[in-house]
């Protein structure tokens, strides 16, 4: 959440700030500029009346008698009405910090100011499309006539938006997460195995609740199915002060969304799942080197397309397009023949102090130095399930096969090429 005291120190700049991202996130702001008057109002007003009891104590020991009685009320006067400022002061600030937690993070000015994605900007890309003598499929139509991807089955099975995975695409997803986290970890990633459920604590730590309740899977114990692992590993140094940075985290893990927002979108093959698998890179930073880790991250994301041979692009998002806890977000998009689109691979993130401040994340920068928040970053290194519909399409061959890197061939056992499976 943003800091309430900047925010009430900074109000003309809050406001311009959450503008470029909409009209309704610079609406976000009244209510707690209202509320802020509040609290100033109450917390005056309280220290008044308590400096008031403190005289009024005082002058007790000097009094007797009619005096000393009247005296005596006037104090129980100001106590009932300390308490009842208190109370009140009490819930404006859990108003006020319920209200914080639906107002976005603000953008970073080095973003570009835009309503949606047409406003991105392409900052580079690398390699070239692959050019095809052929008029080439989409991958759910190759997965299927491969037998390596059953959708039918799924359904029955489970409903929309699942699919089973079937010999060698099987082996290929589990090859794909063993050569990202060995990649990453390469790059000094420490690897950890979160868990797959979590508290509501944590969905708020980084960002998850209030806002996007729909979007998640509740059990009925009140615990949440992760829509991401970067949930889990932020989290992990919940309420903790940290005695060094930076720290650098890998993940890998299940993946569980709702889509309530997507409105029917991406239906078709495996781009947009219920449940899927992601590497999540999550760093911690001091403010300074933020934007700078960021540059890295995004680095570091990109290295798995490189080795695999893939071409994509690097995109800053626009202000409007930025995700709700985000300062700065690069997307990586992969390109996809069969689609003849760039699509999302992996999206790289820096939330200031946002996330770090509902957790209370903190660092110390010297011994005897006051905690500060740290800066908290996460990226997919990279989505595998869009992985895998990038190797068909870009890997595919007239005769329906599908070539694979030369990277993945010992995960797969030598195995070279996808061929129909029975």
Same mark, same amino acid.
């Given at each position: 959440m943003l800091d309430l005291r900047w925010v009430v120190a900074n109000l003309d700049e809050a406001k311009r700030r959450l503008a470029t991202r909409s009209a309704d996130a610079a609406s976000a702001l009244l209510p707690i500029e209202q509320l802020a008057a509040e609290r100033k109002a109450l917390i005056q007003a309280t220290e008044t009346r308590r400096a008031e009891q403190k005289r009024a104590s005082e002058q007790m020991r000097t009094l007797r008698g009619e005096e000393q009685a009247r005296?005596? $009320?006037? =104090?129980?006067?100001?106590?009932?009405?300390?308490?009842?400022?208190?109370?009140?002061?009490?819930?404006?600030?859990?108003?006020?910090?319920?209200? =914080? =937690?639906?107002?976005?993070?603000?953008?970073?000015?080095?973003?570009?100011?835009?309503?949606?994605?047409?406003?991105? !900007?392409? !900052?580079?890309?690398?390699?070239?499309?692959?050019?095809?003598?052929?008029?080439?499929?989409?991958?759910?139509?190759?997965?299927?006539?491969?037998?390596?991807?059953?959708?039918?089955? $799924?359904?029955?099975?489970?409903?929309?938006?699942?699919?089973?995975?079937?010999?060698?695409?099987?082996?290929?997803?589990?090859?794909?997460?063993?050569?990202?986290?060995?990649? %990453?970890?390469?790059?000094?990633?420490? *690897?950890?195995?979160?868990?797959?459920?979590?508290?509501?604590?944590?969905?708020?730590?980084?960002?998850?609740?209030?806002?996007?309740?729909?979007?998640?899977?509740?059990?009925?114990?009140?615990?949440?199915?992760?829509?991401?692992?970067?949930?889990?590993?932020?989290?992990? %140094?919940?309420?903790?002060?940290?005695?060094?940075?930076?720290?650098?985290?890998? $993940?890998?893990?299940?993946?569980?969304?709702? *889509?309530?927002?997507?409105?029917?979108?991406?239906?078709?093959?495996?781009?947009?799942?219920?449940?899927? %698998?992601?590497? /999540?890179?999550?760093?911690? /930073?001091?403010?300074?080197?933020? %934007?700078?880790?960021?540059?890295?991250?995004?680095?570091?994301?990109?290295?798995?397309?490189?080795?695999?041979?893939?071409?994509?692009r690097v995109v800053a998002l626009c202000t409007g397009d930025l995700g709700f806890s985000a300062e700065k977000t690069y997307d990586i998009e992969v390109w996809l023949p069969g689609q003849e689109a760039y699509r999302e691979i992996s999206s790289c993130s820096t939330f200031s102090d946002y996330q770090a401040r509902r957790a209370q994340i903190r660092f110390r920068p010297g011994p005897q130095d006051k905690p500060r928040f740290a800066h908290t970053l996460n990226g997919s290194g990279l989505a595998v399930g869009r992985t895998v519909v990038a190797l068909l399409e870009n890997g595919q061959q007239q005769d329906g096969t599908v070539v694979l890197p030369q990277a993945l061939r010992p995960y797969m056992g030598g195995v070279e090429r996808l061929t129909p499976t029975a």
């Open positions: 005296l005596r $009320a006037e =104090l129980k006067a100001l106590s009932d009405e300390v308490k009842e400022k208190e109370a009140r002061l009490k819930q404006v600030e859990e108003q006020i910090e319920a209200a =914080l =937690l639906a107002v976005p993070n603000l953008p970073h000015e080095s973003v570009p100011v835009g309503s949606d994605p047409k406003d991105n !900007v392409v !900052v580079r890309s690398w390699g070239e499309k692959p050019r095809l003598s052929f008029t080439p499929r989409q991958h759910d139509e190759l997965g299927e006539r491969l037998g390596l991807l059953d959708f039918a089955r $799924a359904g029955k099975v489970s409903g929309a938006r699942f699919v089973f995975y079937r010999g060698d695409l099987a082996r290929l997803e589990r090859a794909l997460v063993s050569f990202f986290i060995d990649l %990453h970890r390469e790059r000094g990633y420490v *690897e950890l195995l979160p868990p797959y459920l979590v508290n509501a604590d944590s969905m708020r730590g980084t960002g998850q609740l209030p806002k996007f309740e729909q979007d998640l899977f509740k059990t009925t114990t009140g615990l949440y199915l992760i829509p991401t692992a970067e949930v889990p590993v932020t989290n992990y %140094h919940r309420d903790e002060i940290l005695a060094s940075l930076p720290l650098k985290y890998c $993940a890998f893990s299940p993946c569980f969304r709702s *889509e309530a927002g997507s409105y029917g979108k991406d239906t078709k093959g495996i781009i947009r799942q219920h449940q899927f %698998h992601k590497v /999540e890179l999550v760093r911690f /930073e001091t403010p300074e080197n933020a %934007h700078q880790a960021l540059e890295q991250l995004v680095d570091d994301a990109q290295e798995p397309l490189r080795r695999l041979g893939l071409h994509h």
